[in-house]
């Protein structure tokens, strides 16, 4: 199409692909300009001084946009013009690409990210990633609560960072992934002068019919811990209570039956 200062010329070639393409004629699309085939957004954006500006310093120009077609549908293309010199004339030359298909992948895995997000939002559990060499690829954590910054851990190897203790657990752990597709171990970490308790959950990342590494996920049992601790006391001090206990001790079993559990005299 001819080189004009502002607007927009009608072409001057087309090619049976975009005839084909846009559903019109060649003789159709000869009477017509970009302006006529393309999203207003798209035509107010290249046709902008700031637009015709930049393309005309560089003399070519790569950008997205939406082709309409003779039937109304919209069509996402990838615009690659460049202006030459024909004949004396100045003249621009653009050849558009349909990506119909890229951009369709493309909303497909932001939904697919946006939904994993999602569910990792919802979950309270620690997420880590780790490659073939069993280094820290990304990770997400609910808290901030982690044991190392992850500047101090991502792109280092498991056993780089982590206790040699619990690095040993995690070796052990991979050879039971390796042999059944999953692995759960549990283990504990000194943090900021507490004892905090984890169960982490091994499962193999694949890629393309590959293992590619290991997802783990981490979940912060310290609380049930803590728990089953003191039930264990309490338990072992009624115990010893009722050992050293001269007076009648009557309670209920399980059943809701009476049950001496002492009676010295």
Not at 200 to 207: C, E, F, N, V, Y
Not at 219 to 238: G, V, Y
Not at 244 to 259: F, R
Request: glycine share 4%; aromatic share 8%; charged share 30%.
């Amino acid at each position: 199409m001819p080189l004009l200062k502002e607007g927009f010329a009608s072409f001057l070639e087309v090619n049976d692909v975009a005839c084909k393409r846009l559903g019109y004629t060649k003789k159709e699309l000869l009477t017509l300009s970009p302006k006529e085939i393309s999203d207003p957004i798209d035509v107010k954006l290249q046709g902008s001084k700031n637009g015709r500006a930049k393309f005309l310093k560089n003399k070519w120009s790569i950008f997205e946009a939406v082709h309409i077609a003779k039937s109304g549908s919209r069509i996402p293309v990838e615009i690659s013009s460049r202006i030459f010199d024909f004949e004396g004339e100045m003249v621009i030359m653009s050849l558009a690409r349909d990506i119909s298909k890229r951009k369709d992948t493309e909303t497909k895995l932001r939904v697919s990210e946006e939904k994993n997000r999602n569910i990792l939002n919802a979950m309270n559990d620690f997420v880590f990633v780790l490659g073939k060499e069993n280094r820290f690829e990304t990770f997400y954590a609910p808290t901030e609560d982690l044991y190392l910054s992850p500047d101090m851990f991502i792109g280092k190897t498991h056993a780089e960072v982590m206790p040699p203790d619990v690095n040993k657990i995690f070796e052990t752990a991979l050879v039971e992934l390796k042999q059944k597709g999953t692995a759960s171990y549990e283990y504990h970490l000194d943090m900021d002068g507490d004892t905090k308790w984890f169960s982490m959950k091994l499962s193999a990342l694949i890629k393309d019919g590959e293992s590619a590494g290991v997802v783990a996920v981490a979940r912060n049992t310290t609380n049930q811990k803590q728990i089953e601790k003191s039930l264990i006391h309490e338990k072992e001090f009624s115990e010893k209570i009722i050992e050293t206990s001269s007076a009648i001790i009557v309670g209920l079993d399980k059943n809701h039956q009476i049950k001496i559990f002492t009676a010295k005299f």
